[in-house]
């Protein structure tokens, strides 16, 4: 019983490194960063507001800083948006009274988006101090970030302030580990094949 499941383990550990090493290795973009595809976000209210980052999790999912490296945001829009990244608690005093669509996890896509109801914002963005990054203009825009401790959000933002914001969004980072990780994985899987396959030998032949 204890070598099935060992040897359940060790396939999933062999598919998870393999996958890493193939992620690795092939879909970094020129600059080493390992982007998800481009998808469009859009909401009628005055902004689109991620889960946020909390001190080493993202809600649902555990994001290392070290693991991560820097964050890399490209957003691509016809017209002026605004995109930064911003403590939690300056932006529920900047966005509190704001009409707004609010992820409820990291990867959420914009139909998902909790409708919180509101007015407009009492100045644009790009008028506040508080984002530690951000990028405003139209066309591709891109936000580099090194991610920190605390409560993190990313927003999204007409330049303007007005409501009806459109862009498409890729997420990425450099994950500067996963290599050495995904290998490590896939040779703990390899290993532990190998024993849970002694063992079931052993056990049949005991049995024979």
Do not use: C, K
């Not at 829009?77 to 932006?91: H, K, M, Q, W, Y």
């Not at 970030?145 to 914001?165: E, S």
């Amino acid at each position: 019983m204890l070598a099935s499941l060992g040897g359940l383990i060790a396939l999933g550990a062999i598919a998870a490194g393999s996958t890493g090493i193939v992620l690795d290795q092939t879909q970094r973009d020129p600059n080493g960063y390992l982007m998800t595809p481009s998808r469009t976000y859009s909401t009628i209210t005055y902004a689109l507001v991620s889960a946020g980052y909390r001190g080493g999790t993202s809600n649902d999912w555990f994001v290392a800083r070290d693991l991560l490296g820097t964050v890399r945001i490209r957003v691509q829009s016809t017209r002026p948006v605004f995109v930064g990244i911003a403590p939690e608690r300056d932006l529920q005093a900047y966005l509190g009274n704001v009409a707004r669509a609010q992820g409820s996890r990291f990867d959420s896509r914009s139909a998902y988006f909790l409708v919180r109801q509101g007015g407009a914002p009492n100045s644009p963005p790009g008028l506040e101090r508080f984002w530690s990054a951000s990028a405003v203009g139209t066309g591709r825009r891109t936000v580099t970030w090194t991610p920190q401790a605390g409560n993190w959000r990313i927003v999204l933002m007409n330049a303007d302030g007005t409501p009806g914001v459109r862009a498409d969004v890729s997420v990425g980072a450099r994950m500067p580990h996963l290599l050495p990780i995904a290998i490590a994985v896939l040779g703990a899987g390899i290993l532990l094949l190998l024993l849970s396959g002694g063992g079931l030998y052993l056990a049949v032949r005991r049995r024979a």
